[in-house]
């Protein structure tokens, strides 16, 4: 997976997640890692039961050979702490990345995912969709390769001329 590009993540919100406050409202935000970068969220809004952050990360590389998932952690601020776990969510990335490259960009809908705990059961689910950009250059020498090899075709009164040659050729020889 030699090349680069860029992977816009849009974390959208979640649903159902544990609460680990016991006073208070829960506040809620994520840690996103991919390879050596890391983000954070800015500290969710609540309404319903429905964690919300609608927030987009991109993720720069050059070179995506050793990358293969991005981890979602969900913490939760705690009164005199930064951090309580929720739970995390990882999303294999490879195929992603592979069908981005193979045809310069893809995009996927946000979708639910599940959050494990740390007991590897399962408590909520949390949206995020993706966009997968290829690096500019390698996209403009696909199309240059695709340019070189493009040769037009001949106009159609000639096709129709061959067409005769060949059909009288065959009713007169064959």
Known sequence: MKGGGSLEVLLVDAEDIRHTNVLGKPAYYVILECGT?????KISSEEDDKVTWNEKFTFEFSDWKHLTHLKFRIMDTEMFTDGGFVGETMI????IITEGKDRGFIEVKPSPYNVVLEDDTYKGEIKIGFKFVANKA????????????????GSISKTIANFWKVLWWRILFC
């Open 37 to 41: 970068q890391v983000y954070r969220t």
């Open 92 to 95: 294999h990335i490879g195929g």
């Open 138 to 153: 390698a996209a403009g020498n696909t199309r240059e390769y695709l340019a070189q090899n493009y040769k037009p075709k």
